[in-house]
């Protein structure tokens, strides 16, 4: 295939990309609450064990589990906060950098949106103490990773 039918093949899927955003979108605010909301409930099969492992392993700091009233929390409580990190995840330029191929070398292991840019693999971003500006938790595995040693 010769580079111009390639570059004609890229220029009409993004026409056809732009004239239907609809397909690329994510889950609405709503969706991801709900949804957050049913994997971290305890009641249900299969649900997340966040609940019983903060209330048995850490039961000084969240005696209460997933209720847990946190200070100055948008939504008051752990599972409150969950929430809202379920939605700010995919506010900006934060769903960029979800991806990582595990078959490339890490700096090149990242959504590449050829010939126009690449971002970082979500293993390497989610270390990046210098993340994308307005970021509500930037660096937060390295934080995390620190305060684990």
């Known amino acids: 295939m010769s580079r111009k039918t390639r570059m004609i093949r890229l220029l009409v899927t993004m026409a056809v990309w732009a004239a239907n ?20 409930n305890p009641t249900l099969t299969n649900a997340s064990t966040l609940d019983s492992f903060l209330k048995n392993v850490l039961p000084f700091e969240f005696s209460q589990g ?15 906060q969950i929430r809202v990190g379920a939605v700010n995840e995919d506010q900006g330029s934060r769903p960029l950098q979800h991806f990582h191929d595990p078959t490339k070398p890490w ?43």
């Open 21 to 40: 955003p609809g397909v690329s979108e994510s889950f609405n605010d709503n969706a991801h609450k709900l949804l957050t909301s049913r994997a971290i």
């Open 66 to 80: 997933i209720n847990e009233a946190l200070l100055g929390g948008q939504d008051g409580t752990v599972q409150g």
């Open 107 to 149: 700096g090149s292991a990242g959504l590449s949106i050829f010939p126009f840019t690449s971002f970082q693999s979500s293993v390497r971003w989610s270390q990046n103490t210098a993340q994308s500006p307005g970021d509500a938790t930037p660096g937060m595995m390295h934080e995390t990773l620190i305060l684990m040693h």
